[in-house]
């Protein structure tokens, strides 16, 4: 499979993905009236649609990583232009990391 559908492949999934994050977050954010009585919404319990949510968020992440791996000479121009100190861009590369992992590892210590 050549780059492009690649590319166009991993958008759609995160676009999809996201819909999905986002439409969860929705309903479990008006829990009160969508789970009123503790009945499901569209057939699904509370604890479902955190599962949905919970789940899409972990495969937007995935789809993002790749998306940045299929990327990185774009992101590396751009940093590159934008910074012209080595030192600088490698702090800033550095603390890109370190706020990503800040995101991801407390979910290893959620399960």
């Known amino acids: 499979m050549n780059r492009l559908k ?3 492949i991993i958008d ?17 954010q008006m829990r009160r009236v969508f789970f009123a009585n503790r009945s499901p ?10 599962d949905i949510h919970l789940w899409s ?22 940093f590159k232009k934008s910074i012209a100190s080595p ?4 702090a800033v590369y550095l603390l890109l990391v370190v706020l990503a992992l800040v995101t991801v590892v407390p979910w290893f210590f959620a399960f």
Request: a positive charge; proline letters at 0%; charged letters at 5%.
């Open 6 to 8: 690649t590319n166009i």
């Open 41 to 50: 919404f569209m057939g699904m319990s509370r604890h479902t649609w955190s």
């Open 57 to 78: 968020a972990i495969v937007v992440l995935v789809l993002l990583v790749l998306h940045l791996v299929l990327h990185w000479k774009a992101v590396d121009g751009f």
């Open 87 to 90: 030192a600088v861009r490698y």
């Open 12 to 28: 759609i999934l995160m676009l999809v993905s996201f819909a999905a994050m986002s439409f969860s977050g929705f309903v479990l």
